[in-house]
């Protein structure tokens, strides 16, 4: 019998897929795999870049704003008391002050960083809920007008601690600061905290405006005779700086940089940032540099004791002869806490107008393939040389020295030790000017 086969009976035609074509399927699905990765790699590098870039521009913003306000308000409520203040050359022990501790009317100190080292510095600034100048000791109770080492202290001061409702007097944990002045020739002055605040002793507050003080540490160490007791008819006058709460209170804030972050320091003690409790707070990453100069008032004096009030010449923190004052070393943080002592201008403080500052942030990716980030010594993970150019900051449109007052060229190089700018990396600069508003006033006005 002969046999036939269905033509659907394909058992004997079938056929499986061979070692080449396999091998072929496999890698036509790794080159796939690798262009499409490659496309992943080269998308995700260019957004990092645009990501890094856009952070390092919301860094520096935000940086700069925060900087700026402080700086700005450098002298607030110091201003007015500019005349008492300015005697303040020792502590209460006698001893001379430093930058960090002196009670002078200087709204902000600057410190030269040593070699390529950031810049850092600190603002000051008052924030007298009421009264706002020096008010004089009062005789305490009527009895004594010596305020004893930690004793209360009895002031007449209206307007200074009454209020509706009572809102803003002090208390044990709501203090304020204030500067005991000795004004006795002396120099003698002393950073004390008030705890409470009540009316005197057989008079009324909202009569009379007799006040008497309760100190909280640090309270005074040395005796201080009220109402005039010499014959300049000068006594013992006390300045409210405000409430102890760094926010529109008295502030002593230092800003610096460590590890490549920006951070502010709350130094509103007797001993400044010396304090332990001084602890440094970062408030933004990626800041790997500041520079501040100080923006001068060189003018003469007019015949009423004023000032132009109007910008000169920047100088830099240092005691390099910049914008040179007749009487002053230099601008030095240890020179201008000299200003009223040793034949220096008692109105030297006066002539700091402004303040110029910059900043350079960095992001937060390298690049190593781009060889504009990169010094003509160095080349990219790919060998091509760079060129990236020579910096500066306060540079101006003729880019030299001689015609940019104070320019700084930003370190770069490919040693990360004591480098700002590395290779690889992408920076921004940002630079600002800030009017010193308080001390414009305190210059303008007879002194």
């Known amino acids: 019998m002969i046999r036939t086969r269905h033509r659907f009976d394909l058992g004997a035609r079938q056929r499986g897929v061979g070692i080449m074509e396999t ?14 990765y490659n496309m992943l790699a080269v998308a995700e590098n260019y957004k990092r870049t645009a ?5 390092a521009q919301i860094t520096g913003l935000v940086t700069q704003f925060m900087a700026s306000q402080d700086i700005a308000s450098g002298g607030n409520g110091l201003s007015s008391g500019y005349n008492d203040l300015i005697t303040c050359t020792k502590d209460e022990g006698g001893a001379a002050t430093s930058k960090e501790t002196t009670l002078k009317p200087i709204p902000i100190i ?8 950031p810049d850092s510095l600190i603002s000051r600034q008052g924030g007298s809920p009421h009264v706002v100048w020096p008010v004089p000791f009062r005789p305490v109770d009527a009895v004594t007008d010596t305020v004893a080492a930690g004793a209360d202290i009895q002031v007449q001061s209206p307007n200074g601690f009454m209020t509706p409702g009572k809102v803003s007097l002090p ?12 004004n006795n020739g002396t120099g003698h002055c002393g950073l004390i905290r008030i705890a409470s605040a009540a009316p005197a002793t057989a008079r009324l507050m909202d009569d009379s405006g007799e006040v008497k003080l309760t100190q909280a540490a640090p309270k005074t160490t040395i005796g201080y005779k009220g109402v005039p007791q010499n014959a300049a008819g000068t006594g013992a006058m006390l300045v409210i700086l405000g409430h102890d709460d760094g926010v529109g209170g008295a ?16 130094c509103m003690f007797a001993d400044g940032c010396a304090n332990a409790a001084a602890v440094p707070v970062p408030i933004a990453q990626n800041i790997v540099w500041m520079k501040a100069q100080y923006g001068i008032d060189t003018g003469a004096v007019a015949a009423n004791g004023t000032l ?6 920047w100088a830099r923190p240092t005691d390099d002869g910049d914008c040179a004052i007749a009487g002053s070393a230099g601008w030095s943080p240890d020179s201008v ?31 190593f393939r781009d060889p504009g980030l990169f010094r003509t010594s160095a080349t990219t993970i790919d060998g091509v040389t760079g060129t990236r150019a020579d910096q500066y900051i306060f540079n101006c449109p003729d880019n030299t020295d001689a015609d940019c007052p104070n320019r700084i060229k930003i370190p770069a190089g490919a ?4 480098k700002v700018m590395e290779d690889g990396w992408r920076y921004r600069v940002y630079e600002t000017v800030i009017p010193l508003r308080n001390a414009l006033y305190a210059g303008t006005a007879p002194q």
């Open 23 to 36: 091998m072929i399927g496999i890698l036509i699905g790794l080159i796939v795999v690798v262009v499409v």
């Open 51 to 55: 990501i890094g870039t856009a952070d």
């Open 110 to 117: 600057i410190t030269a960083g040593t070699g390529e080292n």
């Open 171 to 182: 208390t044990a944990t709501h203090p304020y600061w204030a500067v005991a002045i000795a």
């Open 251 to 266: 502030r002593r804030v230092r800003y610096d940089i460590a590890n490549r972050q920006l951070r502010t320091t709350n």
């Open 308 to 313: 132009p009030g109007r910008f000169e010449c």
């Open 337 to 367: 806490i000299k200003a009223g002592e040793g034949g220096v201008p008692a109105n030297l403080l006066n002539r700091i107008v402004a303040v110029r500052l910059a900043f350079v942030v960095r992001a937060d990716e390298p690049d």
């Open 415 to 418: 040693d990360q030790s004591g």
